[in-house]
C-alpha cells in the first residue's frame, strides 16, 4: 500500500514531514510495516500557491520481510524500514486509511489555501505524474482523472490542489536520489529561536564529505535551520544516508524529539529540461542552449539583464539576481557570439530567472577602436571624428574610416559551470560544489 500526503503546513506552522512521522508511528501502533524509507518529493519550485519547499511525502507500508534497517526515532522507539514486504489484506489497508485520514486532518493547521489531502494506492503511480508534477502546472481535474483511473482513494479537505503533489510523491521514480535527515524539536520549544551550533555542523560536514548545502561562506548563514515557526529543528542532506545518521550524533543543538531518514530529489535536477525559448511557458523550468545577442546591461540592486537567441533564432531576456551573488558576475562578462547553457525558470512574465551558467564557447574578444599606425612618424593617426577618418598629427597624412583597427584581446577565464551562492540554490538544483 502506498500513502502520499501533500499541503499540511501553512506559513504561520505546520509541516508535511512532521505529519508523515505522526503516520509512522501510527503504522507502528497498527502492526503495519514501513518498506523502504519515506519520501520527501519536491514539486515545481515555481508554483505561485506553494509553501516554503513545494514538498510532497510518501511511504509504503505492508508486512516487512527481510532484512531491515534503522531509519528514524519517533515516540521514543526506532522506525524500521524493510526491504520488501507482503500486501496488507483489504481490510488492513481500509481502516489504516481511515486513521491515517483523521490523523492529518487533526495535525493539518485550519488556515486559508491549506488544503490537506491524502491519496492511499495498492501500487506505485505511473511516473508521467512526476514528471508533470516537478514540471508542469498541473490542473486539479486531470490529477484527480488519473487518480480515478488508477483505481486510487483519496481524500481532501478543502480544495483538491493536494492531489497532485501526494499523487506525485508515489508516481517519483526515484531514479536518482539523495538523502535528507530531518530532526524535529519537542512541541514545548515550537515558535521560539533554534539553537543549533553553527560550528557543529561545519566541522560535521568537513568530517562526511558527502553532505551538501550546510553552510554558505559568503554569507556566513547556516543552511540546516528554517526560520519558521515550524516543528523542524534542522535538515541534514546527503548523498549517502549512514553518513548522515553519523553526522546526527555530531550536530549540538536543543533537544531532539525525533528524527527520520528521508529519500528524496532533492539536488537532482529533475525541474530541468531542454527546451527552446517558444517551450518556455509560465512556471516552467527549462535548461536552454544560446547565442549571446548583446552586451549584458546592469539593473538597480545589483542585478543584471541577459539577451539571448535559441537555436531557432528566437531572442528571451534572462535575469541574474544579486543574491545568487555569482552569476551577476559572471554575467557582466559575457558578449554578443558567446555560446552558454543556462539553468533557469519562469514566473508569471516571460524573463528567464537564471539558476545556473555553463560557458560552452566564447566569442573572439577585441579591444576598442584605434586609428592606423603611420609608418613614417611612427605613432597612430587621431581620430577626426565619428565618419571622418583619421590624420596624423605629425605629416597630416589622412586615412578612410574603414582603415581602423580593432585589436583582439585575450578572453577571459570564465569558470565552465556557474552556480549560485549555497543559500540562494533551489531545493531542485543540481548538485554543486558549495565553493
Known amino acids: 500500500m502506498w500513502l502520499g500526503v501533500d499541503d499540511t503546513d501553512s506559513p504561520r506552522g505546520g509541516c508535511t514531514t512532521w505529519v508523515l512521522t505522526e503516520l509512522l508511528a501510527l503504522a507502528r501502533s497498527q502492526g503495519i510495516d514501513l518498506i523502504g524509507e519515506p519520501r520527501l518529493v519536491r514539486l515545481n519550485p515555481n508554483i505561485p500557491w506553494k509553501t516554503r519547499g513545494n514538498a510532497a511525502l510518501s511511504a509504503q507500508f505492508g508486512r516487512g520481510r527481510g532484512p531491515r534497517r534503522r531509519v528514524g526515532r519517533v515516540g521514543g522507539r526506532t522506525v524500521w524500514a524493510y526491504d520488501h514486504g507482503r500486501p496488507l489484506p483489504t481490510q488492513d489497508v481500509e481502516s489504516f486509511r481511515t486513521l491515517a485520514w483523521q490523523c492529518i486532518a487533526e495535525r493539518a493547521p485550519r488556515h486559508p489555501g491549506t488544503d490537506p489531502a491524502l491519496v492511499v494506492t495498492r501500487r506505485r503511480l505511473p511516473a508521467r505524474q512526476y514528471w508533470d508534477a516537478v514540471r508542469e502546472v498541473v490542473p486539479v481535474g486531470e490529477s484527480i482523472a488519473s487518480l480515478r483511473a488508477a483505481g486510487a482513494w483519496w481524500k481532501v479537505r478543502g480544495g483538491a490542489r493536494g492531489l497532485t503533489g501526494a499523487a506525485a510523491s508515489i508516481a517519483w521514480p526515484a531514479r536518482r536520489v539523495t538523502w535528507e535527515l530531518t530532526a524535529y524539536r519537542r512541541p514545548e520549544r515550537w515558535g521560539t529561536p533554534r539553537a543549533v551550533e553553527a560550528r557543529s555542523v561545519r566541522a560535521a560536514a568537513r568530517r562526511h564529505p558527502t553532505m551538501f548545502l550546510n ?4 554569507t556566513r548563514r547556516l543552511l540546516v535551520a528554517p526560520h519558521t515557526p515550524c516543528p523542524i529543528l534542522f535538515g541534514l542532506r546527503g548523498t549517502d544516508r549512514r553518513e548522515l545518521v553519523a553526522a546526527l550524533r555530531e550536530i549540538r543543538s536543543e533537544a531532539i ?7 528524496t530529489n532533492q539536488a537532482t535536477g529533475d525541474h530541468l529540461e531542454r527546451r527552446n525559448a517558444r517551450e518556455l511557458g509560465p512556471y516552467t523550468s527549462a535548461r536552454l542552449r544560446a547565442v549571446v545577442r548583446a552586451r549584458p546591461i546592469d539593473l538597480p540592486g545589483g542585478h543584471v539583464r541577459l539577451e539571448v537567441e535559441d537555436g531557432e533564432g528566437r531572442a528571451i531576456e534572462c535575469l541574474a539576481f544579486e543574491p545568487t551573488k555569482t552569476l551577476p558576475r559572471l554575467v557582466r562578462a559575457l558578449r554578443p557570439g558567446d555560446l552558454v547553457d543556462l539553468d533557469g525558470s519562469r514566473g508569471r512574465s516571460p524573463p528567464l ?33 565619428k565618419g571622418r577618418g583619421f590624420r596624423c598629427d605629425a605629416c ?17 577565464d570564465l569558470p565552465p559551470w556557474t552556480h549560485p551562492t549555497p543559500s540562494a540554490r533551489r531545493h531542485l538544483h543540481p548538485l554543486a560544489a558549495e565553493a
Not at 215 to 218: I, M, S
Open 396 to 412: 597630416r597624412r589622412r586615412w578612410p574610416p574603414e582603415s581602423a583597427a580593432s585589436p583582439r584581446v585575450e578572453a577571459p
Open 257 to 263: 524529539d525525533r528524527w527520520v531518514v528521508f529519500r
Open 353 to 385: 530567472r537564471l539558476e545556473s551558467v555553463r560557458v560552452l564557447r566564447l566569442a573572439p574578444r577585441f579591444g576598442p577602436v584605434r586609428g592606423p599606425y603611420c609608418q613614417s612618424c611612427e605613432r597612430r593617426a587621431r581620430s577626426l571624428g
Open 215 to 218: 553552510y554558505d561562506a559568503r
